[in-house]
């Protein structure tokens, strides 16, 4: 909104009935408005863009004011005085418009293509770096850090924000993360929203991203566009030293671009108007896979190299080199229609379809489209799979206005649709029957033996490479059937099919419809009144290869039937399913009623409540959960002491409620079970036993069921297998919705034209939040509120996000931009958000944090998402050459505080790295972490508007390596917490339930990844 009072200059009295009218290419027609008594003006509804406003009134000059930038989700105000007819002087122009949000407390940043075209953004290998996504934009934002998954806003999870596009909501209703990765080519600007948002935003803890899609205009305009980014040019990678391995596995890039065109213009002018886009996209990363050999003395022992691992030598003859290959297109149609004065109607669809791996190749995980494999330690058939992912977006947008303006209705219809499916690299289909899918995976892990001395130890007895490989020359290795290979040992081997498999299609319809009344009553009210729905629902067929995953057992002598789909109908009657098919879906209401009330242009009062109700429903079609009365309150005060709009002091208060997510609910409400069983390797009488390095595919004498090993328990009635899983989890009657609570407080001012100074501070803390729990030990888990209610003996769950910015924004203007930032911080508790940073567990509301009250000891202390310290400099300038040549020239740098390290050992029931045994953060710190990234341009006017231009985009550009993670597993043995322990108590600490003194993990503490190796994009664009 532009809104403003309009005065006489020669006695500074307010005009009344001054026709205001605002022109732009972004608008069909124009916008016309008139003051009120005092003077006042509004234009609401106006998309982003750079205006012109016209001020005229009978016995006045007429006044223009041009260059006025509006962004989205934004108010500035334009005051203007105009001269009577009488005076022979004119008004002359001098100043900018202001530049700073006088309507809102919201934080956050606004990316608009200025900043896109002038700095290198979207940095190769990042998510959706390919295809360039905009959602790598809001790392731009202060309190701003990459996760796994995304981008983390003030100390939140990525999968906990909320992504908006043309209005419509594009987050994926299974997991949270973004579905729709539309290229920043089609993107007109996005706004970043870390904090401060009033009742119109909802369902999210975390911020806000919304993005509008550019349209067309009155002019056709639109461009050719191609980036590359060459491997060849990739900087030296650090290497990552390890314990020596015999199987290992180097990426490196190989290539990585886009290339498409758009093109948008007037069907009939100042009516109807189209814009239509394409990009297709490719990522090409190289795997080289090794063998190596340990190196030995004399005596058979390792020999140590000059950091303290075990040397190696690659065996020649045994290197392989893989791709990871990666293909998608996106794109755009848009349709606006101005059907009649003061209402217009805009259809958008986007999508973008991609497939990765197959055919040899590997392919890239669906959720953080990371290659699905770090080192191949078994063959290719186990570790890759065929990828393919759609998703599609309609919307239906409707902005009417009336009484002059003074009473606005926009109005949304849309459908989100994502479809992805992991299959076996042959393409055959779950359960099929066929190919890979027929074929069960193997787990070999075999490491341990009964020593004959003192059978209460154990002896190693690793597997020789030769056990399951063919070497050229097999004799630089232990032999195949090696009780206990020395130079060529195996820890762990996958071979078979490819495992677990999923085909899931998640739908969001959703409607939302806001009404805004505009009225003068003791000053300026905008009241605001919106109701919106949605229905989510996700449904998935998901299955193992070959019926089943099998787990060895360390000693090599039975299998664990680990994984596998099934039930029981009688004692040891039992059906394993082929897959299964569980579908849920959710409801969402939600309604919200705010006014922004403005005195004498000095202070606005923004106040509002939003309510939201949730109801769920499992597999079967039974409610699972409700989650009603969700309560929002939101109030911020605004003082602009300039009068001008350029200065604001603020503060707010918001509460903010997250939506329950559908993979949670596939997960305990889903009506599946499973089927565990142990069975003998060996034949014995008729049975065949379950060898797969004897049996030949599909391995199907494992299946029979003499080799199943009976319990010896008399109180297990089913002897042979175990049903395991709750069929629906039980349900605190009193489950509260996730919620957090924030409090913003600061200031903005601008120091000079388009440039603004910032100061803030945010607090953010969790109300309730929603885990699965067990209270025996991981026999039965229930859903509930750690802290509360059935679950009121677990820890409750803390998340203390405290944060101070300091920003300069200058806009690009006089051909030159800067946008710097400096955020301390501090996120410290025991709960990270909805997915767990230390194994990437990508679980809503049902993560491992709370599951076991023995999985809660140490974990109080600085988050793995905490950075002190972050700056941010962004700057750019525009050079012009000569009439026709120009060069632009942007620079980057990012600088980051290293995040806590832990201290971590096995736990008795979850495994390596569930036990913290030292409280969380106790490990030190990661070094700070320096990026410099640059770009040059070179840009040609060909004729007219049409420009060629030219760039190279350096990320990296020192190829700074620091360390970015390290090893946190300081033994792999199982052991206790050492509860508010220190590093000095660690000499001390025993393997659980013994009093031996546990083996040292030889990699703790050592770098697991570096920073991404310098890269070169290079770019080239014909505009028009």
């Known amino acids: 909104m532009i809104t403003g009072t309009v005065a006489d200059a020669s006695n500074q009295q307010p005009l009344a009935d001054v026709t205001v009218t605002a022109k732009s290419d972004v608008l069909q027609g124009e916008e016309v408005t008139v003051t009120d008594a005092t003077g006042n003006y509004r234009l609401p509804q106006l998309p982003p863009g750079v205006y012109t406003l016209y001020f005229d009134k009978t016995g006045f000059q007429p006044y223009k004011r041009p260059e006025i930038t509006l962004r989205l989700n934004r108010t500035i105000r334009l005051n203007a005085q105009l001269l009577p007819d009488e005076f022979e002087t004119t008004l002359e122009i001098s100043g900018t418009p202001p530049a700073i949000d006088v309507g809102s407390t919201r934080t956050g940043i606004s990316v608009d293509t200025d900043l896109v075209r002038n700095i290198a953004v979207v940095r190769p290998g990042t998510k959706g770096s390919a295809a360039r996504s905009f959602e790598s934009l809001a790392e731009l934002a202060p309190g701003a850090n990459s996760d796994a998954y995304g981008i983390s806003l003030n100390g939140t999870t990525s999968p906990e924000n909320g992504f908006l596009v043309d209005g419509l909501s594009t987050g994926n209703p299974a997991t949270g993360v973004l579905g729709s990765p539309i290229s920043v080519e089609f993107i007109q600007e996005v706004n970043v929203i870390t904090g401060g948002f009033m009742p119109e935003f909802g369902r999210s803890t975390g911020g806000v991203v919304t993005a509008v899609t550019k349209s067309g205009s009155n002019k056709f305009q639109g461009s050719f566009f191609s980036n590359l980014t060459p491997g060849a040019f990739e900087g030296s990678p650090e290497p990552v030293l390890r314990e020596g391995n015999v199987v290992t596995t180097k990426q490196k890039l190989w290539n990585l671009g886009d290339f498409g065109g758009d093109l948008g213009g007037p069907i009939i002018p100042d009516k109807l108007w189209f814009y239509v886009g394409v990009a297709p996209s490719f990522t090409r990363r190289q795997l080289e896979r090794n063998l190596n050999t340990f190196v030995l003395d004399a005596e058979g022992n390792r020999i140590r190299d000059e950091n303290g691992f075990s040397r190696t030598e690659p065996i020649l003859g045994t290197t392989t080199n893989y791709f990871a290959d990666q293909r998608s297109v996106q794109y755009i149609g848009k349709l606006t229609w101005q059907a009649a004065a003061d209402h217009t109607l805009t259809l958008s669809i986007y999508g973008a379809p991609s497939s990765s791996g197959g055919d040899g190749r590997f392919g890239y995980r669906v959720d953080d489209n990371a290659v699905e494999v770090e080192n191949l330690a078994g063959n290719y058939a186990a570790y890759a799979h065929r990828y393919k992912q759609d998703s599609r977006d309609i919307s239906l947008k409707l902005a009417s206005s009336f009484m002059e303006k003074k009473i606005l209705l926009d109005a949304t219809v849309g459908w989100h649709h994502q479809f992805d499916s992991v299959l076996p690299s042959d393409g055959t289909g779950i359960g099929s029957g066929q190919g890979l899918s027929l074929l069960p995976q193997f787990e070999m892990q075999r490491s341990s033996r009964p020593d004959p001395a003192n059978p209460s130890r154990s002896l190693p007895a690793f597997y020789s490479i030769n056990d399951f490989e063919q070497l050229p020359d097999p004799s630089v290795c232990d032999p195949a059937g090696t009780v206990n290979a020395v130079r060529c040992p195996v820890t762990t081997y996958l071979f078979g099919g490819p495992g677990f498999l999923q085909d899931r299609t998640v739908e969001r319809y959703q409607a939302n419809l806001v009404g805004t009344l505009l009225f003068t009553a003791g000053g300026h009210h905008v009241v605001k009144a919106g109701f919106d729905g949605e229905i989510m629902t996700n449904e998935d067929v998901r299955g193992y290869s070959g019926q089943v995953l099998y787990r060895e057992n360390v000693n090599g002598q039975t299998f664990q039937d680990f994984r596998a789909f099934g039930y029981l109908v009688g004692p040891d009657d039992v059906r394993i399913q082929d897959s299964v098919n569980p579908a849920t879906r959710a409801l969402a209401l939600g309604g919200f009623l705010q006014d922004s009330w403005s005195v004498m242009d000095k202070v606005t009062l923004n106040a509002g409540v939003r309510y939201d109700t949730q109801t769920v429903y499992g597999t079967g079609g039974d409610v699972a959960f409700e989650l009603p009365n969700q309560l929002s309150p939101r109030v911020g005060l605004i003082y602009d002491f300039t009068q001008q709009g350029r200065s604001k002091l603020y503060a707010s208060f918001a509460r903010y409620y997250q939506n329950a997510v559908l993979a949670m609910v596939n997960s305990q409400f889903s009506n599946i079970t499973r089927i565990q069983a142990n069975r003998r390797r060996a034949a014995q009488g008729d049975a065949p036993g379950c060898d797969p390095l004897t049996q030949a595919a599909p391995y199907t004498e494992c299946r029979d069921d003499k080799n199943v090993i009976p319990s010896g328990s008399p109180e297990i009635l089913s002897k042979k297998y175990a049903q395991t899983f709750a069929i629906n989890s039980p349900v605190d009657p009193d489950l509260e919705p996730q919620s957090s609570d924030e409090w913003v407080v600061g ?179 990661l070094p700070f972490v320096h990026n410099i990234d640059t770009r040059l341009s070179a840009n040609y006017r060909l004729s007219g508007d049409m420009v060629a231009s030219v760039s190279m985009d350096v990320f990296n550009l020192f190829n700074f390596q620091a360390a970015t993670a390290v090893d946190q597993r300081y033994t792999s043995e199982t052991v206790d917490a050492i509860i508010g322990g220190t590093t000095t108590d660690l000499a001390n600490l025993k393997a659980r339930g013994t009093d031996r003194t546990v083996v040292v993990n030889p990699n703790f503490g050592k770098p697991t990844a570096y920073q991404s190796p310098r890269s070169i994009r290079f770019g080239a664009r014909l505009s028009f």
């Open 747 to 925: 200031g903005d001012y601008e120091i000079f034209p388009s440039a603004t100074v910032g100061l803030s501070y945010t607090h953010r803390d969790m109300n309730a939040v929603i885990e699965d729990m067990s209270r025996n030990e991981a026999t039965n888990y229930f859903i509930g509120n750690p802290g509360r209610g059935i679950a009121s003996e677990f820890p409750k769950p803390v998340r203390n996000y405290d944060a101070v910015t300091l920003a300069f924004n200058k806009a690009f203007s006089d051909l030159w931009l800067v946008q710097a930032s400096y955020t301390w911080s501090r996120l410290y508790g025991n709960y990270s958000g909805l997915f767990r940073p230390e194994n990437l567990q990508l679980a809503p509301n049902v993560t491992s944090d709370f599951d076991l009250i023995s999985l809660t000891e140490n974990k109080m202390g600085l988050l793995l998402l905490d950075h002190t310290h972050s700056v941010k400099l962004y700057g750019a300038k525009e050079f012009p050459l000569t009439a026709k040549i120009g060069l632009n020239l942007g620079l980057s740098y990012r600088g980051t505080s290293g995040a806590p390290i832990n201290v971590t050992g096995a736990h008795y029931i979850y495994g390596p790295e569930f036990t913290f045994i030292l409280p969380r953060g106790s490990g030190g710190r």
